[in-house]
């Protein structure tokens, strides 16, 4: 588009309106900075999905341990003891360890990887960090 100063007659034909490149820059700055948002927002929400799963994995743990040790028969609980208290929406593409150091069916730990997200947590700890 041409400056004010070089029209001293109406423009014979048509000109369409065009933005420079600094309106085209803007633009894409600011889709570039909505797309961090957005993705850090997702990530956000699976770290705090995979947190209340991993709790909810540590009381499925805690009770099954104390099943098995009210039956005698005491082993660390597997993913596959916890899937009828879990189900399978948590247990889905996740790697479940249960930590139980000393064997006393009180349950240390949890560690629960999903997606690429590890999350530990034991009571009053919760780390989530990306699997290295």
């Known amino acids: 588009m041409n400056p004010i100063s070089e029209y001293q007659f109406p423009p014979e034909k048509n000109e369409p309106?065009?933005?420079g490149r600094g309106f085209s820059l803007a633009v894409m700055i600011i889709l570039a900075f909505?797309?961090?948002i957005i993705?850090?927002?997702?990530f956000s929400?699976?770290?705090t999905t995979d947190a209340a799963n991993s709790r909810l994995v540590y009381l499925a743990a805690q009770a099954r341990a104390i099943e098995f040790a009210a039956s005698d028969s005491y082993h660390v609980p597997v993913q596959a003891d916890?899937?009828?208290?879990i189900g399978p929406e948590?247990?889905?593409d996740a790697v479940i360890t249960v930590v139980d150091?000393?064997?006393d069916a009180i349950i240390d730990a949890i560690i629960y990887t999903r997606s690429g997200l590890v999350t530990r947590y034991s009571p009053g700890n919760l780390k989530a960090e990306k699997e290295k």
């Open 34 to 36: 909505a797309a961090l």
């Open 90 to 92: 948590v247990n889905q």
């Open 82 to 85: 916890l899937f009828d208290y």
């Open 101 to 103: 150091e000393n064997r």
């Open 17 to 19: 309106v065009a933005f």
């Open 39 to 42: 993705g850090g927002l997702i």
């Open 45 to 47: 929400f699976q770290k």
